[in-house]
T-cell receptor, first 112, second 114 residues
């Protein structure tokens, strides 16, 4: 399977703590994107990292990419209760024009 | 901030009926997509569309499915004869064609086939 897979499947932390989610994939990619989905709602684009990039920041988000290990991580610093959601990585594989392949997601719960 | 919109938010239909799901992509975007998410499962790619034609499609996107950009703003997904297994959340997305593949998703249409 080419799909990205996140771990852990579920993560529960206290407000103010950092949350780290990981994503692994199997074939070469053009880019990898992280999305957030609140229960029953649409997907919100968080950040895109290209295959030639190693790290990107956006506000409280930090994404890393290790193409040698075919893995990425999403770090949310100083988490808030409003960060409670499912987080998905989505990969655009080489050989695909723009199709995104989503993982199963990590359900993050931030306790107040 | 511009966003992708979808209508209706919830569609209930009987098996065998045709449904059309509608989307209005972000106005300066040139690539359009449909994905679906069956309850409890992963988001799955269906089709991408550029310059008035399909550029990529998945195995899911069989002859029962079609897409159209009937005017300058709408992008539609038609399912000709719905099956029970078509019940899912259908997401439309769009992206700007300038080397970026950041895809922006709409809120989804929940399709229930009875």
């Amino acid at each position: 399977s080419q799909q990205g897979e996140e771990d852990p499947q579920a993560l529960s932390i206290q407000e103010g703590e950092n949350a780290t989610m990981n994503c692994s994939y199997k074939t070469s990619i053009n880019n990898l994107q992280w999305y957030r989905q609140n229960s029953g709602r649409g997907l919100v684009h968080l950040i895109l990292i290209r295959s030639n990039e190693r790290e990107k920041h956006s506000g409280r988000l930090r994404v890393t990419l290790d193409t040698s290990k075919k893995s990425s991580s999403l770090l949310i610093t100083a988490s808030r209760a409003a960060d409670t959601a499912s987080y998905f990585c989505a990969t655009c594989f080489k050989g695909s024009a723009r199709q995104l392949t989503f993982g199963s997601g990590t359900q993050l719960t931030v306790l107040p | 901030e511009p966003e992708v919109t979808q209508t209706p938010s919830h569609q209930v239909t009987q098996m065998g009926q045709e449904v059309i799901l509608r989307c209005v992509p972000i106005s300066n975007h040139l690539y359009f997509y449909w994905y679906r998410q069956i309850l409890g499962q992963k988001v799955e790619f269906l089709v991408s569309f550029y310059n008035n034609e399909i550029s990529e499609k998945s195995e899911i996107f069989d002859d029962q499915f079609s897409v159209e950009r009937p005017d300058g703003s709408n992008f539609t997904l038609k399912i000709r004869s719905t099956k029970l297994e078509d019940s899912a959340m259908y997401f439309c997305a769009s992206s700007v064609d300038r080397g970026s593949n950041e895809q922006y998703f709409g809120p989804g249409t929940r399709l229930t086939v009875t």
